[in-house]
């Protein structure tokens, strides 16, 4: 099928080559003329005897152009050289004056190289050890705030559990007490009560020996005197009770706390929290980067390949079992994962044979990613749960994600880590886990504090391991480097931006759907907008979702169940 005028357009919306009158894409450089060259040119620089034996790299390896700065001695001169024993940049003239005589002089372009690659390297330090040693330090604060939380609650726990206690034995020993006054208390009355009946009974007997003694006394009865011997009976003896006595309780608030425990100041010197030597950083720093030195020696190898000046359709296949496909992802054997809005996940081969088919609480977004290991990883956001499934079809859990729904998710070609896009109420962040499942990292604002996504859609791993991630309710493509730091953000080409499914290839690019415009954006792994690859001029249906395989093919797949391949690099 031909190209259209305004495909043909759009491809040259590219790095443009530096020659002159050439329009094609330069991704090389040449550091002795500072201007990018295309494949063409670049062949041709190298056979002009004036510019054969120039530095001519890819691009993304290109030197910096040394700034131009006026001598002010010499203003009609620009300051090139650089005297060793001054330290100070000379124009060509300065460096022949009787002060710099027998100096050491060097071009100083060479010397703003070396420079730019050691604050380069320091940069790559701050980036590599310095962010990540201290959010690893302040990951452990975080932990730490959790876990003195977690024991001082359980300290007020039992110590309310200890009151508690107290209260419950001091309401048992006063209700005894109390019990016991009430014992005794009868006890006492009723001996009194006694005591009582006693004299009671004695006054009565005296009453009526008295009225006996008045009978005796009269003088009708006086013989009765002589004839009765007068006896009183003694006064009956009673104990008098002896009251109880009550003896205070004597305690002192150190009583009491001795009684309910209490919370000791350690005496224990805390810790310095350990520091990772930049010299022995952690085994998933020296992972990461060597398999990004790795990937960027693959890169290298391929010096050779560029842009295609037009893009050429490969194939097309159905994919059985699903209705379309919204999500393509590439397993280990080379194999295709597509998915569509229902659930349904299915594996084919290149030719669009069914293999494998389940169903997922998944929908139209980027939920599932094929390992380096051959495993399938998929999430389910309704129960907050990410499954994997091992090329022997068992299923298990494999990280719960807490509060968090995860939607998107991508396993890391670089190291195997796996990036997961998630979302709870109005937030979403991007968070990283090793490949066993430990989390490693979070991503959810930028330096200002602002939030960096919104929904996140779709995700992808760049080859300098770059994150990716489509944000559809931004509508945005929002890149961070591996620390999380952001690197830049793309909005689209139109007034309205609907970025769907996203990948990157083996040059670090970065294709995106956008689905108000039905177009595959293709831009460089700096965020620069290169062509619209694809559009529906060139029969695609709204498409959804992209992958590149290893033999550089784009898959892309529509709203139909159609996946169309396509050859772009050359």
Known sequence: MAESSDEQAAMQQYLVCGAEDCQKNGQFYCNACHRPLCEQCKDQHEKTPNTKNHE????????????????????TRNKELFCRECSIPLCSKCSIMKEHKGHDIDDLEEIYADKYAVWQGEFSKIQKYFLPSTKDLKADIEEDVTEIKKIMKSFRASIMAEAESLKNLVDV????????????????????????????????????????????????????????????????????????A??????????????????????????????????????????????????????????????????????????????????????????????????NLVQTDLQGNLLRKIKTSGKGQGYHTATQDGDLIYTDKDKKVIYRMTPDKKITEFIKTGDWAPNTIHSSRINGDILVGM????????????????EIQNIQ??????????YTYYIKENINGDICTS??????????????????????????????????????????????????????????FLSFILSSQRGIKPPRGVCVDDENNLYVGQLTNTVKVYKYLQ
């Open 56 to 75: 001519i790299v890819l691009y993304r390896h290109h030197k910096h152009q040394l700034p131009m700065e006026k001598c002010q001695h010499h203003p």
């Open 173 to 244: 020993v006063t209700s005894e007490s109390i019990e016991n006054t009430h014992t005794m208390e009868k006890s006492l009355l009723k001996m009194l009560k006694s005591q009582e009946t006693t004299y009671d009974d004695y006054i009565a007997y005296l009453w009526k020996m008295s009225d006996e003694f008045q009978e005796y006394l009269s003088t009708t009865n006086q013989k009765l005197l002589f004839a009765k011997t007068l006896k009183i009976h003694p006064i009956p003896e009673t104990p008098k009770p002896v009251p109880p």
């Open 246 to 343: 009550f003896t205070a309780g004597r305690f002192s608030k150190d009583d009491i706390t001795k009684l309910l425990g209490k919370v000791n100041i350690p005496s224990t010197k805390p810790e310095k929290r350990k520091i990772q030597p930049m010299e022995a950083e952690s085994a998933h720093m020296k992972s990461t980067e060597k398999q990004l030195e790795q990937s960027k020696k693959k890169s290298d190898i391929k010096q050779t390949m560029s842009l295609s000046s037009s893009v050429t359709k490969v194939r097309e296949y159905s994919v059985p079992g699903v209705d379309s496909v919204w999500h393509i992802s590439v397993d280990k054997s080379g194999r295709l994962w597509a998915s569509d809005e229902k659930g």
């Open 423 to 438: 979302f709870k109420d109005k937030e979403a962040k991007v968070t990283r886990y090793s490949k066993s499942g430990k």
């Open 445 to 454: 604002r930028d330096n200002k504090g602002q939030d960096l996504y919104i």
């Open 471 to 528: 944000d559809i309710n931004k509508q945005e493509v929002v890149v961070v480097n591996k620390s999380g730091q952001h690197r830049f953000s793309y909005t689209g080409q139109g007034s309205m931006f609907g970025p769907c499914g996203i990948c990157t290839d083996v040059l670090g690019h970065i294709l995106v759907c956008d689905g108000v415009s039905d177009t595959v954006d293709l831009l460089d792994q700096d965020g620069r």
